[in-house]
């Protein structure tokens, strides 16, 4: 397969810190045209490089795993440590638009939240994650090489309250954040500012996984399925791989291996676009099952 010359998500990337079109065409070449498909997610997601080490592509992507003892496995860290930056210093909104994800989407076109804008939060995967997490390798994060991870702490969560306020007075009927695209719920005091912001922010609405469901033995588990049982309504947080019968994913290698009261992601099937033209995570309990990369 002949390796594509423009890099998607660094044009989605560039997109997102808000360059204009002939900026991101200065710095990666390409039409104008073709660059705008690439931001409305209309260009399929094509692989970059391909290595002979490279298991099978799924969906376009080369699918690797690094190996148990490199350094960022090792040290519970990402492997781009570059992209990590300081929320403090942070020139852009930490809650960036859907619209700038081809797999989340835009605004919900349908069910409970339709018509909702969608925003995303990344963190670090890994250093705010359990060990337990069962994609601590395998994490999405490993081919996302040019997404920016706002660090973990306090600045960090200054600028949620900030942004989450303000997203609620802009989109007065609600608005839908992703939690996490990658990273987890990394302290009960960051649980915490969720469940206030879920209350003195009605248009809030969150939806997301984590990793976090061992309430005996992780008390920011027990915090988060506390809020999760509390207001699965407006906090649609499915607990990944988690051995309850509702509000769980299920990894599966193919989706031969779905159980029967699971439903596969109808976006990994190429049955719906994104997120936002599903909404299966939140509108139903139902596990949903997800096939490895
Ligand atoms: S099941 Fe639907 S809402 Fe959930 S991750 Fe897949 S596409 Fe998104």
């Known amino acids: 397969m002949r390796a594509r010359t423009i890099d998607h998500d660094q044009v989605r990337a560039l997109h997102a810190e808000n360059l204009t079109v002939p900026q991101i065409k200065a710095r990666v070449g390409g039409s104008p045209a073709y ?14 490089n391909i290595s002979r080490q490279s298991a099978l592509s799924l969906a376009g992507r ?30 852009f ?17 349908k069910g409970r939240w339709k018509g909702f804008p969608i925003y995303t939060l990344t963190l670090e995967e890994r250093a705010t994650c359990p060990l337990s997490c069962r994609h601590w390798r395998s994490c999405y994060g490993n081919s996302m090489q040019h997404a920016h991870r706002l660090a973990r702490g306090a600045a960090l969560e200054a600028r949620l309250e900030q942004e989450v306020r303000a997203l609620g007075r802009r989109h007065r009927r609600g608005f839908v954040v992703r939690l996490h695209v990658l990273g987890d719920f990394y302290s009960v005091a960051y649980v915490a500012l969720w469940q206030r912001l879920l209350a003195e922010v009605p248009q809030l609405h969150v939806f997301g996984f984590s990793a976090r469901w061992d309430a005996e033995r992780d008390p920011i588990a027990a915090a988060l399925v506390r809020l999760v049982l509390a207001k699965w309504n407006r906090f649609a947080i499915r607990f990944s791989d988690a051995p309850i019968d509702e509000c769980s994913t299920v990894s599966v290698e193919t ?12 976006q990994q099937l190429g049955r719906t676009v994104a997120c936002a033209t599903c909404g299966l995570c939140w509108q139903s309990k139902r596990p949903v099952a997800f096939i490895t990369h």
């Open 62 to 91: 080369p699918a690797k795993i690094p190996a148990f003892d490199t350094s960022a496995i090792v040290e519970g860290r990402t492997v781009y440590r570059s992209t990590v930056v300081d929320p403090g210093s942070y020139g």
């Open 255 to 266: 989706p031969l291996q779905a159980p029967a009261e699971a439903i596969v992601c109808p």
């Open 93 to 109: 909104d930490v809650l960036k638009s859907g619209f700038n994800s081809s797999k989340i989407g835009k605004a919900v076109t």
């Open 35 to 48: 660059l705008r498909l690439i931001i409305k997610g209309k260009v399929g997601i094509k692989p970059t």
